[in-house]
């Protein structure tokens, strides 16, 4: 009941507590397999082996956002339905001191919370593969960098699960989880295609509780009940695109009332223009995206989303994090 998988996240979780970034190597190698795949968000993509991921992302944010803490809201493991393996998925934030440029970003000395979501496959004790994705506009709003033109969301630091109920430390009933994934799976085929012809906010009733939460990512936001989610972020976002791709996941899993899903890409889609105050794009550009869900009776209740803004913009030649360092005088160098 995947209780071995998520005992080898929690160990390396623990051993990474207290480190400034000084043999961050060290402690990953500990844990990972010598040719440990790792993903992660605009501008770090793919990684390979402990060295690699220390020196491109873990060893410069421990040196930035000091005292790191991990701030936990949901922690579950299970097998992976579209592909194989048992992934362990965790999410909150880690928050600490923000105290050195970072990504160009300027440092406010106070504390500041960077949103995570972290899968990691488990493979003979030791961790395989992972994505990791960290909501950086969400950490330069903080900073007063907005990168963004006004949201059409609630902007915040989000909330964990309504119930409190997120840490799945121990095991649970097979069957809660394949209630879980009976209800995720119901959701992607009615809205994964947006062919559906029902209207729009009939459609989501079909798998989501009326007062249903969705907590997006910095630039679009959070929004709370069916009618709202239409009008603030699903009816907008489906406008802007065309040409949508199939739906892809390079793991879907679900335990107890958690799942969670994540692609490379999730999807492809031209640009109808307007999407985060950009121009109309005829190209097939990528959306990287995490979700996580929280079930409760036969519906979702709250789903978690993080979509790799700063990506989807640099396909439409907008380098935010270069323009932003520009603006406030720092050095911005793309990690090698």
Same mark, same amino acid.
């Given at each position: 009941?995947?209780?071995?998988?998520?005992?080898?996240?929690?160990?390396?979780?623990?051993?990474?507590?207290?480190?400034?970034?000084?043999?961050?190597?060290?402690?990953?190698?500990?844990?990972?397999?010598?040719?440990?795949?790792?993903?992660?968000?605009?501008?770090?993509?793919?990684?390979?082996?402990?060295?690699?991921?220390?020196?491109?992302?873990?060893?410069?944010?421990?040196?930035?956002?000091?005292?790191?803490?991990?701030?936990?809201?949901?922690?579950?493991?299970?097998?992976?339905?579209?592909?194989?393996?048992?992934?362990?998925?965790?999410?909150?934030?880690?928050?600490?001191?923000?105290?050195?440029?970072?990504?160009?970003?300027?440092?406010?000395?106070?504390?500041?919370?960077?949103?995570?979501?972290?899968?990691?496959?488990?493979?003979?004790?030791?961790?395989?593969? !992972?994505?990791? #994705? =960290?909501?950086?506009?969400?950490?330069?709003?903080?900073?007063?960098?907005?990168?963004? *033109?006004?949201? $059409? &969301?609630?902007?915040?630091?989000?909330?964990?699960?309504?119930?409190?109920?997120?840490?799945?430390?121990?095991?649970?009933?097979?069957?809660?989880?394949?209630?879980?994934?009976?209800?995720?799976?119901?959701?992607?085929?009615?809205?994964?295609?947006?062919?559906?012809?029902?209207?729009?906010?009939?459609?989501?009733?079909?798998?989501?509780?009326?007062?249903?939460?969705?907590?997006?990512?910095?630039?679009?936001?959070?929004?709370?009940?069916?009618?709202?989610?239409?009008?603030?972020?699903?009816?907008?976002?489906?406008?802007?695109?065309?040409?949508?791709? !199939?739906?892809? #996941? =390079?793991?879907?899993?679900?335990?107890?009332?958690?799942?969670?899903?994540?692609?490379? *890409?999730?999807? $492809? &889609?031209?640009?109808?223009?307007?999407?985060?105050?950009?121009?109309?794009?005829?190209?097939?550009?990528?959306?990287?995206?995490?979700?996580?869900?929280?079930?409760?009776?036969?519906?979702?209740?709250?789903?978690?989303?993080?979509?790799?803004?700063?990506?989807?913009?640099?396909?439409?030649?907008?380098?935010?994090?270069?323009?932003?360092?520009?603006?406030?005088?720092?050095?911005?160098?793309?990690?090698?």
């Amino acid at each position: 009941m995947f209780q071995n998988e998520k005992a080898v996240v929690r160990e390396l979780y623990d051993d990474m507590r207290g480190s400034d970034g000084a043999g961050i190597a060290d402690v990953l190698a500990d844990h990972t397999t010598p040719d440990w795949h790792w993903r992660g968000m605009h501008p770090f993509y793919e990684r390979h082996g402990s060295s690699d991921v220390a020196a491109a992302f873990w060893a410069p944010l421990l040196r930035s956002l000091t005292r790191l803490q991990r701030r936990e809201d949901i922690f579950f493991a299970g097998q992976n339905t579209v592909g194989g393996g048992v992934w362990v998925v965790s999410m909150g934030h880690l928050m600490g001191l923000f105290d050195r440029t970072w990504l160009g970003i300027v440092p406010t000395h106070k504390m500041a919370f960077l949103r995570y979501c972290e899968f990691n496959r488990v493979v003979d004790g030791k961790i395989a593969e !992972t994505m990791l #994705h =960290v909501d950086i506009p969400h950490l330069m709003t903080q900073a007063g960098q907005n990168p963004f *033109p006004p949201q $059409t &969301a609630g902007y915040m630091v989000q909330s964990g699960p309504m119930t409190h109920g997120g840490l799945l430390h121990a095991a649970q009933p097979a069957e809660t989880g394949e209630a879980t994934l009976a209800a995720i799976n119901a959701m992607i085929s009615d809205v994964g295609t947006w062919k559906n012809d029902l209207p729009l906010e009939q459609e989501l009733a079909q798998t989501w509780h009326d007062d249903m939460i969705w907590w997006g990512p910095a630039g679009v936001g959070a929004t709370y009940t069916i009618e709202r989610y239409a009008k603030q972020h699903s009816a907008p976002f489906r406008a802007a695109f065309y040409d949508r791709g !199939t739906t892809g #996941h =390079v793991a879907r899993v679900t335990e107890g009332h958690y799942g969670a899903f994540f692609g490379w *890409p999730n999807f $492809t &889609a031209k640009h109808c223009g307007g999407f985060m105050g950009m121009a109309r794009n005829e190209q097939d550009c990528e959306f990287r995206v995490i979700d996580v869900y929280r079930r409760e009776g036969d519906k979702l209740a709250e789903n978690w989303v993080f979509i790799d803004m700063l990506y989807w913009l640099i396909q439409q030649g907008d380098d935010v994090l270069a323009r932003m360092a520009t603006i406030a005088g720092t050095d911005y160098t793309p990690p090698s």
